[in-house]
């Protein structure tokens, strides 16, 4: 507000009383008048409208929409007027208006809307949203702002294939699984697939459901797992060096997605350039109500530029660790004396899917 704005009913109320002519009088004292009303409507709208967001912290996946919810509440018991509101997308993908105008009545609140879609992983910034308005007059106009938000883009998940489906696998396989069956801890069934045993098929079940039906159980954790993601930008090649890091981000992601809903105890170590604001392993964790601050890390995970050897401390023992990076080199790599799995990261491995080896 204007200083001189605000002196101007001071100077009408002076008008009318030190003018000699009834008319001029009579005009300045409702000038003034007019204008303290004026300002007294402003000011009071001005204190008592209040702009906040649904989440101050939006999270969404990659290429997944997401609805940016705010509201303007007047708790006032003065019309707010004709409001104009200026939001800002941050430069992502937006559908719906992030600029419109609106009327708020006494004591309501009027809510706003529109969505936004962020395809590379990151903290994008949503904002600021400015609320500006005025008085009758036009002489008092006032504004108010919520800071500025943010959206936290998650990797993409992919599909990771080789891990058991719903049950331990019979026949041989490549590796050692860290999930037993618990017969005392029933589950589901699933229909029959070949090589199951015939001792878990269930009558009443095959009956039921016509189909060939299996007994499963809850998977009791044997041991857990932790996922290690090598982010080191120069042990790539420097053809595709950026693009293979998303591919090692996007992988881990997906794999502690994946063990998380499997319910086994997961821990997460991340080589980058996060800095001690940034911890470099997460966990232990389980469960996918777990996955926010894995997910999270993940995708505010910086590639390590200068080539500094790594000094991370891995998850105590025992543990099966998945090594997600470059593939090791002749040197002794720092998974040794752990079961370490390799998720070689390469040129040309395919995209898109996940395979256990």
């Known amino acids: 507000m204007n200083p001189w ?17 009834p008319l001029v009088r009579w005009c300045a004292a409702l000038a003034g008048s007019f204008q303290l ?6 000011l009071v709208v001005a ?11 939006l999270r969404a996946f990659s290429g997944r929409r997401v609805e940016v919810r705010t509201r303007v509440e007047n708790r006032s018991p003065l019309p707010s007027g004709l409001l104009a509101v200026f939001d800002s997308s941050g430069g992502l993908e937006t559908w719906g208006q992030t600029r419109r105008h609106t009327h708020v009545r006494p004591f309501t609140l009027d809510r706003f809307s529109f969505t936004v879609r962020a395809r590379e992983r990151g903290e994008k910034p949503l904002g600021p949203l400015r609320v500006a308005g005025t008085d009758p007059t036009g002489l008092f106009p006032f504004t108010r702002q919520l800071p500025t938000r943010s959206l936290i883009v998650y990797p993409p998940l992919r599909d990771v294939t080789g891990f058991p489906p719903g049950g331990l696998p019979p026949g041989p396989r490549k590796w050692e699984p860290a999930l037993v069956d618990d017969p005392s801890r029933f589950r589901t069934f699933r229909d029959f697939q070949p090589g199951d045993p015939l001792s878990r098929v269930s009558a009443a079940a095959w009956a039921r459901f016509s189909f060939p039906q299996v007994r ?16 080191g930008a120069s042990r790539y090649p420097l053809r595709l060096r950026w693009a293979l890091v998303e591919q090692a981000v996007e992988t881990a992601a997906s794999l502690v997605w994946d063990l998380l809903g499997q319910g086994e105890q997961v821990w997460l170590s991340v080589m980058d350039a996060g800095g001690t604001d940034r911890p470099f392993t997460l966990g232990p964790a389980r469960g996918w109500s777990a996955a926010r601050s894995f997910l999270e890390r993940l995708a505010l995970a910086a590639p390590e530029k200068t080539g500094a050897p790594w000094t991370g401390v891995l998850p105590p023992g025992p543990l099966r660790l998945l090594w997600v990076g470059p593939p090791p080199g002749p040197e002794a790599p720092p998974g040794r004396g752990y079961d370490t799995v390799w998720f070689p990261i390469e040129e040309d491995r395919p995209h898109g899917q996940v395979v256990h080896p």
């Not at 044997?222 to 982010?231: E, K, N, S, Y």
């Open 47 to 57: 204190r008592s409208l209040k702009v906040s967001a649904d989440d101050t912290v």
């Open 37 to 42: 009303l004026g300002a007294l409507w402003s």
């Open 5 to 21: 704005k605000a002196v101007l009913p001071v100077f009408f109320l002076a008008v009318w009383a030190l003018a000699p002519w």
């Open 216 to 231: 499963t159980y809850d998977r009791t954790v044997a041991r857990p797992t932790g996922v290690v993601v090598d982010l």
